[in-house]
Every structure is written in C-alpha cells, then in structure tokens.
C-alpha cells in the first residue's frame, strides 16, 4: 500500500516540508531534496508530488534486502537432470500429433490465455534509445512495432497477432462438429508507463490485426526507484526520481493488482503461454506446446534450444543444489570453466539449456508466485547507465525476471526446440554483429522457404538464396502446415510473400 499523500503547498514553502523530510530521513534519501532551494514553484510542487507516490517502507525494504543478497553465498549448481528434457531427438510424430491435438482441443475449449511481455523503458526517450544502442531486451513498442524488413512489411505485433488468428481457426476446424466457430485466445500484453500509450495507440491505429479488440487486455508492469551502489535514490532531474520498469518478472505483480489472474479464472482459463516480443519465429500458442504441457502435468514448462557456444550470451538451465528447483542463471554468472564443461556422455556442455523465454504456466501457478513475490524482498540488481542530472550515471536497476517463477514450481518440465525454427530474436540495431532485425529477417525468410519447398513448390531468386528467401503469412500456416493447395507446382520469386 502507498503512503497517503500530504496537502503541502509548495509555493508557499522555502524549505522542503518537513513531515516529508523526515520520512526520508528515515529512509536514508533525504538527497531527493538536494536541489530544492534551486527549484521552481511549480517543480517543487512536483518533486513532492513525485515522492509521495513512492511506497517508501516497501523500496526501502526490496534495497536493503536486494543490497545484503549480494553478499550472501550462491547455492551450488548441477545440470538439468536428462530426463526432464524432451529432446528433438526423443520425440516421435506419434507423440507430436497426440500433443498437437491435446493442445488444439483445450485452445477450443478456451482454456489457454497468451500472455506477452512488451514492457520495458525505451520507446518514449529517443535520447534512451540512443544510448541504450538497441542492446536491451525491454524494447517494446520500438522493436515489436517496427518494421524489420520483410516482404509483407509487417510488424512482429502482426506476426503474432495473425498466428493466435491462424491457431484459433485450425482448432475450430479440429474440434467442429457441423459448425466451425472460432473461440477467442485472449492475448494479455504487459506494457509499462514508457510504452503502454503508444502501444495501445499502435493497436488500435492497425485495427488490433484482425482481432477483436475485447480479446486484447493491456496493462503496465510497476516501475522502482533506480539507485547508487549504496542504495541511495538517483534524481533523474532536481524535481523527479529517476525509476525504471521492474523487470519482466513484475508481469506477476502486475496482474495481481491489475486483478488479470481473477479475470482469467473468470474466462475459465487454465494455461497461460507466456513470452517476450522480440522473438520473430515464436510460435504463439503452440498447440503442441500446450499438449505436451497438459500431458506431463506439470506446473510449469519452457522451450529451449541448445546453447551454440560456450560463450554464447544466453542465460541456462540449472538445478539449484542437490534436488532443489529447476532456475536460470545468466550468462554472466557462469564461471567460464563451467561454462565451457562437456558431459563425456552426451557430447554436450554439461549447462546446454538455453533459456528463450518461451514458458507455459498453470494458473494456479501464476497465483502461488504472485502472492510468494509480494513478500519476497529480493530483486536482481542490474549495473547500467541511469539518466540522472548529470546527464548519465552508473546506476543499479532493481528488476524481477519472468524466470523467478520455476522456483515456486514444484513441477517443471522443459521442451527442446530447433533455434532455427523458434527462435530469432531482435535485440540489438542492425550493424550489431548478431540478434538483429536483419538476422531475425533472414531466419524467418529461410525457414519459410523450406516449408514451401518440401510442399512442392519450387524458388527462383536474383541473389544468392542464403541470403534471402520467401514470406508465408501466418494466416496461411501456422508451422508449414496446409501449404500443398497453395504452393505444389509453383514458381515464386524471392524475396516474395505467399498469402492465400
């Protein structure tokens, strides 16, 4: 709960009030007045105004605990044990059509909701964006929105929204009985206060893509305080404390108080497919996915791809000590020894298992992390450039991470994927050496090119093919599917976009 706000006349003070004072005293962040005798009326009256807003005791509580975190030893880690991978290897068409029609009839029967995390800082600073190269992942509207070079010209916002459209009629079509109505995926989208307006705006400017507008729900991630090494506010200007998003993971936090997890108990949801925008080859609704979830039963699944390198910058699979949970540490963390580690058994790096953030959540698990979080103290504190009155200081960010969930499962199972057919992020600009809207481009064009050519279909091209390839709209095929009629004995030229 917030602290109720004070009726302070700010025009009337010269010295900054001192029940306000105090209380950050208190806190140890009485510099958030250090301009004050410096300041306008007006922007003292927004400096207070500001401070107010901020639950002082909570973020007092999350700094210190975050802050003393850091000292405190790491549990041991071990390998993801091989049995609770499925494997590409493993799996045979026999199980991948049980599950895909496992999935197709619970997405019939309006038991999955898709849950998408476009949150983040960038978008609404241009300034920020600059800075910040295109190197984070909390892009939002700025790489969901943009055009990354395709044929069709199309967003990753389109991407997706056209294949929840394609999965909804491909389970009407299985599950019809004289009647192919479709059942709405409702698509839950995780914005933040930088991007929620324009985002919203950039929906409904596209006409939601061909969805119906009441199946779209937005809301925003919190945002926190950014601060000093030691734990003191950073002043974003002399009237505002500079704040960031608080991580993808406060998408639970979020849809606690914005009471979504009661409204999807409501629409009889069950399963929440949950992932990140910046993936061009996500297959949103993965009905096979689903079924294979559904199946195992358990709380909680991701999709993983083997890492490439041992140096790859991906975070990976782990056990946390003997027994314990299923977690995720980040590449940084991972000693380069350990990193670099093979199974003599397998041939593969014993820490293979690349996070993608591609995850499958139960409902009930959702509430249990929820409520677990709100008494949870303990944020990950993130070293970056803070906007601040000097113009950029180095900072911690304190953030949440969407994986801190696979601790409160007690249950979790994990789904090998081929990178090159799920998984092309956009997380640097172009001229970056890798994840770049024209790496994720080419991926996208070539793995639709082998889906046209192994439904017949033949390609010609004025450069070489490796470097480009074709388009299938979404709402033609999901993951190559019912492309005979449409391709067998055709010529396209590449690049091209195949649509109905």
Not at 163 to 189: C, D, K, N, T
Not at 199 to 221: A, C, I, M
Not at 294 to 304: M, N, R, S, Y
Request: overall charge negative.
């Amino acid at each position: 709960m917030r602290e109720p706000a004070c009726a302070i006349d700010a025009n009337a003070m010269a010295a900054p009030p001192q029940a306000l004072l105090e209380r950050l005293k208190d806190y140890g962040q009485e510099d958030a007045f250090a301009f004050w005798d410096e300041l306008s009326p007006d922007e003292r009256h927004l400096l207070i105004k500001d401070i107010e807003s901020l639950d002082l005791p909570r973020i007092d509580r999350i700094i210190r605990c975050s802050l003393r975190s850091q000292a405190l030893p790491v549990a041991a880690i071990e390998p993801v044990p091989e049995n609770i991978v499925a494997t590409v290897d493993g799996r045979t068409i026999e199980d991948r059509e049980r599950w895909w029609k496992m999935g197709l009839k619970a997405i019939r029967g309006g038991k999955l909701a898709v849950l998408l995390l476009s949150g983040g800082q960038s978008g609404s600073d241009p300034k920020y964006m600059m800075e910040e190269g295109f190197r984070s992942s909390n892009m939002g509207l700025a790489k969901a929105g943009g055009d990354i070079g395709l044929p069709s010209g199309k967003s990753l916002f389109q991407l997706q929204a056209e294949r929840i459209l394609r999965v909804q009629r491909l389970a009407a079509e299985f599950m019809s009985e004289g009647s192919a109505a479709v059942v709405p995926i409702h698509w839950y989208i995780m914005t933040s206060p930088f991007t929620d307006e324009a985002t919203r705006k950039f929906f409904e400017s596209h006409k939601y893509f061909g969805l119906e507008p009441d199946q779209v729900t937005f809301f925003q991630q919190g945002t926190i305080p950014c601060i000093s090494k030691d734990g003191r506010f950073i002043l974003e200007s002399p009237y505002k404390v500079a704040k960031s998003p608080d991580g993808n993971g406060g998408v639970y936090m979020a849809l606690k108080y914005s009471r979504l997890l009661e409204d999807m108990a409501s629409r009889g949801i069950k399963y929440v497919d949950c992932y990140g925008v910046d993936n061009a080859l996500v297959r949103v609704a993965d009905p096979t996915f689903l079924g294979y979830f559904i199946e195992q039963g358990v709380a909680a699944a991701a999709k993983v791809v083997k890492k490439a390198y041992p140096q790859e910058k991906v975070g990976v699979f782990v056990r946390r000590g003997k027994g314990g949970p299923l977690g995720v540490v980040e590449y940084s963390e991972l000693d380069p020894s350990v990193a670099s580690a093979v199974n003599q058994e397998t041939g593969r790096l014993r820490f293979c298992w690349s996070n993608v953030c591609l995850h499958m959540f139960t409902l009930d698990l959702l509430n249990t992390v929820a409520n677990e979080l709100e008494k949870d103290s303990i944020y990950h504190l993130a070293e970056k450039k803070i906007p601040s009155t000097n113009g950029y200081t180095m900072g911690l960010k304190l953030e949440q991470f969407i994986f801190d969930a696979f601790a409160y499962s007690p249950s979790t199972a994990l789904f090998e994927v081929l990178r090159e057919e799920e998984f092309a992020p956009v997380k640097n600009a172009n001229g970056a050496n890798f994840d770049t809207p024209d790496s994720a481009r080419l991926l996208l064009l070539r793995l639709h090119a082998r889906w046209v050519i192994a439904a017949g279909g033949f390609l010609t091209h004025s450069v070489p093919l490796y470097a480009t390839g074709v388009e299938v709209s979404p709402l033609c095929s999901y993951m190559g599917e019912n492309l005979e009629a449409i391709c067998r004995g055709r010529t396209f030229h590449a690049p091209c976009e195949i649509t109905f």
